[in-house]
């Protein structure tokens, strides 16, 4: 008898991705996809009963009840225990990080704080759009591995530090330093469903992406608003 799975994704980076795409077409008697917090109930799930729920990117706070009852893994690419919590991606290239381990781990209580059952490098190069789409194909083969292999997750081990999720305000450009920076702080945020990087000038509103970074200058794409 196949396993039935369920993949709960608020955001379409994971979904959207071709491969992604290609895995769910080919497994859809098997797989059901939750994109809204109200689908994620006890009712609903003790209908589907899935034996798996994968979580590549979920916005909210998951019911204990659901944790408890379903076996649930989410993935998170932080160095766990470093970098629990929100915008890992953007709170690790602000702090100079060039690569990430990407965590997929059993959910529990704690925000990001379960054992972990495989991991893959992640290059945090390029534009978010860029490295969301590189992150979903590693979420997908581990999800692979997972469905295929009987894995026994291990305990977080090192010391816990908890990232805050930043805020559409945290986009504007304001205090970067230096041009690395302010692309940086372009890229970290380039991708659909995010609130681009801006500055604001008088009542205007100058938001940027697509950034390429020569020597000394930076060439982007403006919206004015």
């Known amino acids: 008898m196949k396993k039935k799975i369920i993949i ?16 769910l077409i080919k497994n859809k008697k098997t797989i059901e996809i939750i994109t809204k917090k109200k689908y994620l ?5 003790n209908k589907i009963q899935p034996n798996i729920i994968f979580f590549p990117h979920w916005s909210y706070l998951v019911n204990e009840k659901i944790v408890n009852k379903f076996k649930c893994i989410c993935f ?6 470093y970098g629990r919590g929100g915008s890992p991606i953007q709170n690790l290239i602000i702090r100079n990080y060039k690569s990430t381990p990407l965590y997929a781990l059993q959910m529990s209580k ?3 704080s379960g054992p972990i059952y495989l991991r893959q490098n992640l290059s945090l190069k390029g534009n978010l759009k860029d490295i969301l789409n ?12 997972i469905l295929k292999k009987k894995i026994h997750p291990k305990n977080q081990k090192g010391k816990i530090f908890i990232f805050k999720r930043l805020k559409e305000k ?3 450009i304001k205090k970067e330093k230096n041009i690395n920076k302010i692309y940086d702080k372009i890229r970290m945020l380039d991708a659909d469903e995010y609130p681009k990087s801006f500055i604001k000038i008088g009542k205007f509103k100058i938001y940027f992406f697509n950034a390429i970074k020569r020597k ?5 794409t403006v919206k004015i608003v």
């Open 8 to 23: 709960a994704c608020s955001k379409r980076w994971f979904t959207d991705n071709e491969k992604v795409k290609k895995y």
């Open 41 to 45: 109930n006890l009712k609903n799930l």
């Open 76 to 81: 998170h690419s932080a160095p766990l225990p």
């Open 110 to 112: 704690k925000l990001d």
């Open 134 to 145: 590189l992150m979903a194909i590693k979420i997908l083969k581990m999800i692979k591995i």
């Open 170 to 172: 945290n986009s504007e």
């Open 216 to 220: 000394n200058h930076l060439i982007c």
